[in-house]
């Protein structure tokens, strides 16, 4: 309800590049406010998701590492972008989480994903774009758990 998906994006730079998957707030979550830079709430994500199966780790041109660090955490309001890499097979999948407030932002090592629960935290605040103060939506957790295995098996079947 707070929190909207999306498809293409667009990097700062006006090139059309294309992920595999955003979130951003609704344009009617109470509290959220646009960053410089971002004229409307349909422009606006907070989270950029790549996925990669015959892409690899690596900061080349293509590689999920230079799209996460080289174009999507320079588009204004981004937090954090995921990158998940599965095996061809879909067997194993392995991920990487940049915290775009992270300064300098370093290349991460993957953490595999792992039965029976892969769990990662994201701040609620930030992923609504929600100064701190402010109320989060009624029935918006403060903390977002997100299970990375459950879409591993899905994707297995």
């Known amino acids: 309800r707070w929190l909207k998906g999306h498809l293409a994006a667009t990097n700062s730079q006006g090139r059309r590049c294309c992920q595999d998957t955003t979130y951003g707030p609704h344009r009617t979550t109470p509290g959220s406010v646009l960053p410089p830079g971002v004229p409307t709430f349909d422009e606006f ?3 950029k998701i790549e996925i990669g199966v015959s892409q690899s780790w690596g900061m080349e041109q293509g590689q999920l590492d230079h799209k996460a660090i080289s174009i999507w955490t320079v588009v204004p309001g981004v937090e954090c972008v995921q990158c998940v ?3 061809h ?3 194993n999948a392995e991920y990487k989480l940049y915290d775009v407030r992270v300064n300098p932002l370093m290349l991460l090592d993957p953490l595999p994903i ?3 629960r892969t769990v990662i935290e994201l701040d609620g605040r930030r992923t609504l774009s929600i100064p701190s103060g402010m109320m989060l939506p009624v029935g918006f957790p403060a903390t977002l758990s997100v299970d990375l ?3 591993l098996v899905w994707a297995m079947r």
């Open 89 to 91: 097979d879909f067997a």
């Open 114 to 116: 792992v039965a029976p």
């Open 45 to 47: 994500r907070t989270i």
């Open 149 to 151: 295995y459950s879409p």
């Open 85 to 87: 890499k599965f095996d």
